[in-house]
């Protein structure tokens, strides 16, 4: 596992306070999206299915902010659409960290050596580009549905790492990915330099143009065992070790959405970042209002049944750690180990 100790410690604290207070529902991590545009059109992706005219609307940095001071989180992801698209994607990063939040900012890099030549960013601990990156240079093309994109996304982060930020990858993987050339990919990475790589299943969205290679969850415990059943030391993921063992079958969690909730254009989304069954206006209403006990595997809700996804299960991956001595043990011995 490759975390800053500095952020480890704000969790591990957040995770055991909200604990001490008697609190078993809180976020993790707010998954804020300022805006659903993007410059890209994966097949997979079922976030820009919108219309033009919702496509060209975007947060603002004070609904950003309130929405961020409302949830409390210690963490804030910057997904999209393409936040480096954003025109106050600045400003808000610059706001972010100055308020102590660890920030990662997603983005397929394409505009990123240009956004850091102009200067929008500055280098700090509490912010950490997180590069989308499905693979080697022809899976992750064909992935993004555009040729030249992996090289251009690789150039960005040259020029991030040579800046002095924090640079992490994000992988989404299908059925048709291949055990091999993923730990290829991975060797890739790391001679890169980039600080640690997030792995996850892609999600069946209804609306994705490509829906004949969303993993099952079979089929994800199966990939995901050959990919890291003999895992390299120099392999750095920026994720518990307890959520890829999840992955591999080894782990049996249960969904936790509230655990990374997403605001965006329309409220607070209910019940998760990938699922859109209404929104509330408030985060209290958010929490207060939603029928959680309708989600997840053991509801029997089909669309929650081959879910593996991150940002449903490594919430709870994370709550294991912290507050149960097995959780705490299995993880220490995965880090110092290295072994999953």
Known sequence: MSVPVSQMWTVATYVLG??????????????????????????????????????????SVEQCLAAVEECG???????????????EIGRLVKELVARRKYVYLC????????????????????????????????????????????DQA???????????FR???????????????MQMFFDEMMDLGVEGMMLSPGYSYSKAPDQEHFLRRQKTNELFSKMLENPKKRWKFNQSPLFLQFLMGKQ???????????????????????LQEGYAPTFKELMETTRWEEYGRKSGNDK?????????????????????????????????TGRL
């Open 154 to 164: 690789v150039e960005g982060m040259k020029e991030a790492l040579r800046r002095g």
């Open 107 to 150: 983005t397929n890099a394409i505009l990123l050596k240009e956004k850091l030549e102009a200067g929008l960013f500055t280098p700090s601990k509490y912010l950490s580009f997180s590069v989308h990156m499905d693979g080697l240079k022809q899976e992750h093309d064909e992935a993004v549905c555009r040729d030249g994109v992996f």
């Open 252 to 274: 049996d969690f249960e969904c936790t959405p509230w655990g990374n909730p997403t605001y965006n254009l329309f409220g607070w989304q209910r019940p998760c970042y990938l």
């Open 18 to 59: 909200q604990r001490l207070r008697g609190n078993t529902r809180y976020p993790l991590v707010l998954m804020l999206e300022p805006l659903f545009r993007c410059n890209l059109a994966c097949a997979g992706c079922g976030k820009i299915q919108y219309p033009g005219h919702v496509l060209r609307k975007h947060l």
């Open 304 to 336: 929650c049944q081959d879910c593996m996804v991150h940002c449903g299960h490594e919430p709870t991956a994370v709550n294991h750690t912290f507050t149960s001595w097995k959780g705490f043990r299995d993880t220490v011995a995965a880090t110092v």
């Open 73 to 87: 989180a210690p963490m804030v992801s910057i997904p999209g659409g393409e936040p480096l698209m954003y025109p």
């Open 167 to 181: 640079v992490t990858t994000n992988t989404t993987l299908f059925d048709n990915a291949s055990p091999i050339r």
